[in-house]
């Protein structure tokens, strides 16, 4: 069973930083769009970032500018880096994978890392 495992997630003041990473439990291949989710306590999940493998990138528009997301596909690992932080940036942060291998495709999630914004 394959697992992404999140890390980097913790307290932060407004305007600071923090980088989340993700790679999963065991090899995989066939990995192709990576993302990053989000959810607030009592809202939806919503998109923040998204990275095809050949590096294109999308985000949710509150985030351009502030986010950037990354990977490295030797390592399978994708990036979150989070500058000028605002306390509405807090949420678990979610990983996403999509995989295809031989027109099978699935999708693999991580347990997520809470990332608080406060003062």
């Known amino acids: 069973q394959v697992q992404l495992v999140e890390s980097g997630g913790g307290l932060v003041q407004p305007g600071g930083s923090l980088t989340l990473s993700c790679a999963p439990s065991v090899r995989v291949f066939g990995i192709t769009d990576m993302a990053w989710y989000r959810q607030a306590h009592g809202k939806q999940r919503e998109p923040v970032a998204t990275?095809?493998?050949?590096?294109?990138?999308n985000y949710a528009g509150s985030m351009k500018g502030r986010f950037t997301i990354s990977r490295d596909n030797d390592k399978i690992t994708v990036y979150l880096q989070m500058n000028g932080l605002k306390l509405e940036d807090t949420a678990v942060y979610y990983c996403?994978?999509?995989?295809?291998?031989?027109?099978?495709?699935?999708?693999?999630w991580g347990q997520g890392t809470q990332v608080t914004v406060s003062s």
């Open positions: 996403n994978a999509k995989q295809e291998i031989f027109g099978t495709k699935r999708e693999y």
């Open positions: 990275i095809t493998y050949d590096a294109t990138t």
